[in-house]
């Protein structure tokens, strides 16, 4: 399990979200940023992790990013503020039972304790295959070629994703340019350009880093309006 380090923790992501809910930890004492830079690093090093360790980051990463919005950007969540501390509280304490149970069945796997109550099921009858007498051993390797010459070569996923994501850095220098060229920009025009699930968490937290800069402020002039963000002008 990978451990980040940030100025006022050092450990697994799954230990600071138990700081934070219980209150030992405030959620903007937490750079998001960092913790995404160095998340992305720790991927670009190991190319073969597995597609469930990686789910694991974003749900918990997920619940920090939903946790600090909700600091920094109050106005912009519409549903009552503690109904949804409720459902996430909730969202968290059936995550932790799921990783409670895949640690009872690791347990179980590694130890080879397991039991089986289920009676023997009845065969069925299986439907056989008679070739002709005209099919002919060489005539199925010449099929069995074939097949294979039209088979598209397998590429995974996840290497590629990682190869293709923009870093968090480039992202916030990205935004600070189109600041600079206007003063204002759309959110949801400026989410609506990301190629992936990845960038558009790298264009929240980019915003998220940039708002607690002070170098720009969201605004929404009434209920269902566009968000604007507004670059403030320095002091």
Not at 78 to 106: F, H, N, R, W
Not at 162 to 168: D, E, G, N, Q
Request: no cysteine.
């Amino acid at each position: 399990m990978h451990r980040f380090k940030l100025d006022k923790f050092e450990g697994p992501l799954d230990l600071l979200l138990q700081l934070i809910e219980k209150q030992e930890l405030s959620i903007t004492d937490v750079s998001l940023a960092a913790v995404t830079e160095q998340y992305l690093n720790y991927l670009e090093a190991h190319q073969d992790l597995s597609p469930e360790d990686l789910a694991d980051f974003l749900v918990v990463a997920a619940k920090l990013l939903l946790l600090k919005s909700r600091v920094l950007l109050p106005d912009l969540f519409l549903t009552d503020e503690e109904d949804a501390e409720l459902g996430l509280a909730e969202q968290l304490a059936i995550y932790k039972l799921y990783v409670e149970a895949s640690l009872k069945l690791a347990r179980r796997l590694r130890t080879r304790h397991f039991s089986y109550a289920r009676e023997r099921l009845p065969v069925a009858e299986t439907a056989t295959f008679s070739p002709p007498p005209s099919l002919t051993s060489e005539a199925m390797r010449h099929v069995f070629i074939k097949v294979l010459e039209n088979l598209k070569e397998f590429v995974r996923p996840i290497p590629e994703l990682i190869a293709r994501t923009i870093s968090l850095q480039e992202k916030i220098i990205a935004l600070r340019k189109l600041l600079e060229t206007g003063s204002e920009i759309d959110f949801h025009r400026f989410m609506q350009n990301a190629q992936s699930r990845m960038e558009i968490i790298i264009n929240f937290l980019a915003i998220l880093e940039l708002i607690k800069q002070r170098y720009v402020i969201a605004r929404q002039e009434s209920h269902g309006a566009s968000i604007v963000l507004t670059r403030l002008e320095p002091n």
